[in-house]
Nanobody, 121 residues
Framework: VQLQASGGGLAQAGGSLRLSCAAS????????YAWFRQAPGKEREFVAGWHVSGRNTRYADSIEGRFTISKDNAKNMLYLEMSSLKPEDTANYYC???????????????WGQGTQVTVSS
């Protein structure tokens, strides 16, 4: 599976952004998907997850209902709708695919290249 993330940029606090992740390759719809982020000097952390069944999602506590993960299987696209952005959301955001319903980086074997999100106060 190859993943290509896009959609990052500069936003003001309280604003919105939508990240996209294009998936290609074989059996792309048989994996769980997730968004992670990594801020400078910090470890990569889980943000949101999409279950392969399409019937379950999960979010990090820090997201507090501000982000929504979705997936368009027909287009092989994963999305992260981000609203009420905060300066602490500033990070490089990565999409990932894996065989386990997990929130840890080690369980995801496929990664996109990351897209930078910067939120100004």
């Amino acid at each position: 599976v190859q993943l290509q993330a896009s959609g990052g940029g500069l936003a003001q606090a309280g604003g919105s952004l939508r990240l996209s992740c294009a998936a290609s390759g074989r059996i792309v719809n048989l994996y769980h998907y997730a968004w992670f982020r990594q801020a400078p000097g910090k470890e990569r952390e889980f943000v949101a997850g999409w279950h392969v069944s399409g019937r379950n999602t999960r979010y990090a506590d820090s997201i507090e209902g501000r982000f929504t993960i979705s997936k368009d299987n027909a287009k092989n696209m994963l999305y992260l709708e981000m609203s009420s952005l905060k300066p602490e959301d500033t990070a490089n955001y990565y999409c990932a695919a894996g065989g386990l319903w997990s929130t840890t980086t080690q369980d995801f074997g496929y990664w996109g290249q990351g897209t930078q999100v910067t939120v100004s106060s």
